[in-house]
């Protein structure tokens, strides 16, 4: 597939990919696009979770496509234009964020235009605050150097006030500094490169792994979270849809033990997921991690009060817990 210099052009051009029912073989050698017959399976799953056929599918990936071509293709002033056009965002609700007299973790999924959602969003925040993007690094995460090529066009300079840092252990140690001096640190609490490193949290009728990363950090920090999820919204289209403010309980929770400790950052990266439920439920099919997530297979079951205690004991016990049979309802816990 040849990617054009007018990427929202041909995504208008290919929509009739949206009406076919069934996988296709021919498309998938057009977009050079290799699936598995297990892929399929999934992304048939995924796509009746969103009410798509599986021609949204290929859709959904030409856009991709031309989005990592068009980034690293387009010159600054291109890409600036590609962002202008594609942006539907309503941007009230990531006020609070320049008022802020703290740092500020604003978390984002590997969902929709994230790439062009992320860039879009630090410009908006880089008016007020010294903004920190924080992604793998591309040696380790193949297609983060589109993100890196794009974000050289746009931010590296003095003005723009935003930095990219990799998940290293320098970019870490920057991350917690810059948190704590008051700035802001985009992250994607949904990637995570150690299985045995994750818990499990409920996530849209399954159980999905996630690293407490984003969780420890708002408590080392005292900063709070602000969860962002791309939205598809037209041809490359992206509109970010932002989440209630969510604050970690440990400042005002006194002398807590370590196992307390761990319970408290699971209640916080359970309430980043829920907020990212609430945007992407009925939307999976856009989610990167979806069929990973689809092949867990595990169901989510909330527990009652009368369970509560032996669980939040079993996690106090195992923090690396990776499967349990059931989760806790901490809206149960809360009463």
Not at 139 to 152: C, I, P, Q, S, V
Request: proline share 4%; with cysteine; hydrophobic share 50%.
């Amino acid at each position: 597939m040849r990617i054009v210099s007018r990427p929202h052009l041909l995504a208008a051009l290919a929509a009739p990919l949206k009406l076919l029912s069934a996988r296709s073989r021919r498309v998938e050698d057009w977009l050079h696009l290799p699936l598995t017959d297990e892929d399929a399976r999934l992304l048939r799953e995924a796509c009746a979770a969103s009410g798509a056929r599986f021609g949204h599918y290929y859709h959904w990936y030409l856009q991709k496509s031309l989005v990592a071509g068009a980034v690293r293709g387009l010159d600054a002033g291109k890409a600036a234009r590609l962002l202008a056009a594609s942006d539907r965002t309503d941007y009230a609700a990531a006020a609070a964020i320049a008022a802020s007299d703290t740092g500020v973790l604003v978390a984002i999924p590997h969902h929709g235009h994230y790439i062009l959602a992320m860039t879009a969003l630090a410009h908006v925040v880089a008016r007020h605050r010294k903004v920190l993007v924080f992604y793998g690094q591309p040696a380790t995460h193949k297609g983060n150097e589109a993100f890196d090529n794009l974000h050289r066009m746009l931010c590296c300079d003095s003005a723009a006030g935003i930095e990219v840092i990799h998940d290293t252990r320098q970019g870490l140690a920057r991350a917690i500094r810059a948190l704590k001096a008051g700035e802001v640190v985009f992250i994607m609490p949904d990637a995570f490169r150690d299985e045995d490193a994750t818990m499990m949290v409920p996530f849209c009728g399954k159980l999905t792994n996630v690293m407490l990363g984003t969780a420890v950090l708002a408590r080392k920090t005292g900063a709070w979270i602000l969860p962002a999820v791309a939205t598809p919204g037209g041809h490359l289209g992206f509109r970010t849809c932002f989440g209630a403010r969510i604050d970690h309980p440990w400042p005002h929770a006194g002398v807590a033990s370590a196992e307390a400790t761990k319970v408290m950052d699971y209640a916080v990266t359970r309430a980043i997921f829920v907020a990212f439920e609430k945007c992407m439920s009925g939307q999976l099919l856009y989610w990167q991690h979806v069929r990973q997530h689809l092949a867990v297979g595990a169901t989510a079951r909330l527990a009652g009060a009368g369970e509560l205690e032996t669980l939040v004991g079993a996690i106090e016990r195992d923090p690396s817990l990776g499967a349990p049979g059931h989760v806790v309802d901490l809206r149960v816990a809360a009463r």
